[in-house]
Structures are given as C-alpha cells and as structure tokens.
C-alpha cells in the first residue's frame, strides 16, 4: 500500500523527493531526454493549434448554412495562412524537419510499447507540425518526404496524391464508360483524358473534389459508420458547391452552378421550368427529384437530368434545406452519380 503524501506546492514537492534517496539514485540513471530540445517547438504547435480553432469559430459565427462559402470561406483561408507563416517563421526551416523526425521517432516508441493515448496525442501533433511545414513552404508531399528522411513518414501520411491517382482513376473511369453507353459514336468521351482531368483538379487546388468522391465511394460500402448517412450528405453537399466553384472558372462570367449549365450547354434552361430545381424542405425535395427522374434522357441530350439534380441539391443547401436521414434511402447513388456525371460533363465540354 502507497500511503498518499498531501503536495501542494513545488517546495513541498522538492522536500518529499529530497527524503527519497533511492528515487534519486534511479532517476541519475535516467539519459537526459533530447525531447526537452524541442520544448519551443512543442509550444508553438499547442499555440498554433488554439489560434486555428479560434479563427474557425470566429468564421463560423452566425452562419447557418452547412457550408462555409465566398468572403468568408477565402477569408479564413487567408487567415489561416497567416497564422502557418507567424507560427513557421519562429524557428529555422532545418530545424522543423528536425522536429518532425523526432516525432516520429517517439511515435515509434509509444506504438511499440503499446501506449495508445500518448501515440494518438502525438499524432495530432505530428500532423500539425507536417501540416505548418507544408504550408509554410508550399512543398509537395515528396519533397518533405525526401528532407525528413524517414520511411516511417509514409507509414503514417501515405501519399495522399498517389493513392487518390491510384484508387479514384477507376471510379471515373467506370462513370465515363456508364455515360458512352447514352451517347452516340460522335460525342463518345475519351476515357484516356481521365488522368488529364485528376491532374488539372490537383494543379488547380481542387484536392477537395477528389477526397470528397473517395470518402463517398468508401462511406457508401461501409456498414460501420456510425451517423453514415449525415456524412454522406455533408461530402455530396461539399462536393457539389466545390463543383460549383470550379465550373465558375471553367466558363467565366457565370454566377451558380446554374448559370454555369446555361452557358456550357444549350437548351439547359428550357429543361428548368416549373422551378423544378428549387426546393426549401425534404418533402419538396423529394418530390423534386423524383419529378427529374422521371423524365427521359434522350442521345441528344445525356446530361439532361444529372445537371438538373446536381443544381436541385446546389440551390436546396443555399437555401438552407435541413437533411433527413429519410431523404434519399436508396437514391442516394443516383443523386451521387449524377453530381459525378456533372464533373465529367463540365469538363469535356468546356472551352
């Protein structure tokens, strides 16, 4: 039995060591940690971290949509840069590469010994200090992963471009050969210009669009993710305004996902009559959809109803429209598809 000494300052602290000579004799036997080396660093990722979730709270203030858009969407992204820049610049560039190997180093440590708390704090860290890094420096995963020089690295961080290469190239190949099959022999969409588009999506920072397929096609064939069908719809919401976004810098002068079918395709606007793109609750939502499906697709016009449901989720969410886990059921990868269909279609067709 450990009989508890009541400490309450560090003097009585000091005294109560002081009485033990054989804890002193033990921790003599102790190296000094290299740890302590990066006590600054340690501080600055802690105070980047609550500087971060500050300015995030601060973005979000009074907004009641799902999605953070415009001003206030470029404007915390600028802020955030900033505060990579303030909190980098403290400490030389060597020396964060430093940092992180000796992270790696002590996540090594704790995994082997199995303590799991401290592993998984230290990861956050970890990605923090990489996530500063990358910013700061605006290098590509590879190059960082070349300085740091640890093959542990990419046991944690795979290379999230790669793998995105690797597993999305098949996903849109298949949509591309499911749209052949609607249109004639002239218009057929050349699968080998899927690489192309994957790469402009990179080059042009719509990294998003890509994570946000992945994570849908992984989320769909899972049975246990806990609220599955809210993470779904919040990556197809995102996934539709980011859409939105970049077909804006396809066709220039456009303003909503809209106006961006108007001009990349003819007769899109006699397709919306009756407003059969708006909805402002999930019954009228619903009711909506199911009028888009039914009608026809012609060879003439493949895209007709995946651009209408594409722009019925896009105007649901600016106007506010609540989700319901009822909402889609077993539509849902219709809704899906037709939002990646919309991708495609926007590509091959712009100028």
Avoid at 229 to 248: A, F, N, Q, R
Avoid at 263 to 281: E, P, Q, S, V
Avoid at 298 to 322: C, E, K, M
Wanted: glycine content about 4%.
């Amino acid at each position: 039995n450990v009989k508890k000494v009541p400490i309450s300052t560090v003097q009585e602290w000091e005294q109560f060591f002081q009485s033990k000579p054989e804890w002193r004799e033990g921790l003599t036997k102790i190296p000094p940690s290299k740890v302590l080396e990066f006590e600054e660093y340690f501080q600055t990722v802690a105070t980047f971290r609550m500087h971060e979730q500050l300015i995030w709270n601060i973005s979000w203030e009074g907004v009641e949509d799902t999605v953070l858009e415009g001003e206030r969407a470029e404007r915390l992204q600028e802020r955030i840069k900033t505060l990579v820049m303030v909190h980098y610049r403290k400490h030389p560039s060597e020396e964060w590469i430093q940092f992180i190997r000796k992270l790696l180093e002590l996540h090594i440590v704790y995994k082997e010994r199995e303590m799991v708390k401290l592993s998984k704090e230290l990861k956050r860290i970890l990605i923090c200090a990489v996530t500063i890094k990358l910013k700061a420096t605006e290098w590509k995963y590879d190059r960082l992963y070349s300085e740091v020089d640890r093959f542990e690295l990419g046991q944690i961080f795979p290379d999230e471009i790669k793998l995105i290469k690797e597993k999305l190239k098949p996903m849109v190949q298949c949509e591309v050969t499911k749209m052949n099959t609607l249109l004639p022999s002239k218009a057929q969409l050349d699968p080998a210009k899927i690489s192309n588009l994957i790469d402009e999506l990179l080059s042009k920072g719509y990294m998003s669009i890509l994570t946000h397929i992945r994570e849908l096609n992984l989320l769909w064939f899972s049975e246990e993710e806990l609220y599955r069908e809210d993470k779904l719809w919040s990556h197809l919401i995102s996934l539709t305004v980011s859409i939105e976004s970049l077909g804006g810098e396809w066709f220039p002068g456009t303003a909503g996902l809209g106006s961006v079918f108007e001009k990349a395709f003819r007769g899109y606007k006699t397709l919306t009559r009756g407003r059969i793109c708006d909805a402002r609750d999930p019954s009228e939502f619903i009711k909506k959809l199911n009028l888009i499906l039914q009608k026809q697709i012609s060879h003439t016009d493949p895209w007709g109803s995946r651009l209408l449901i594409a722009n019925l989720v896009r105007n649901y969410v600016a106007h506010g429209g609540r989700y319901t886990s009822e909402m889609l059921g077993n539509k849902f990868i219709i809704v899906y598809e037709a939002i990646l269909a919309t991708l495609l279609c926007l590509f091959y067709t712009k100028p």
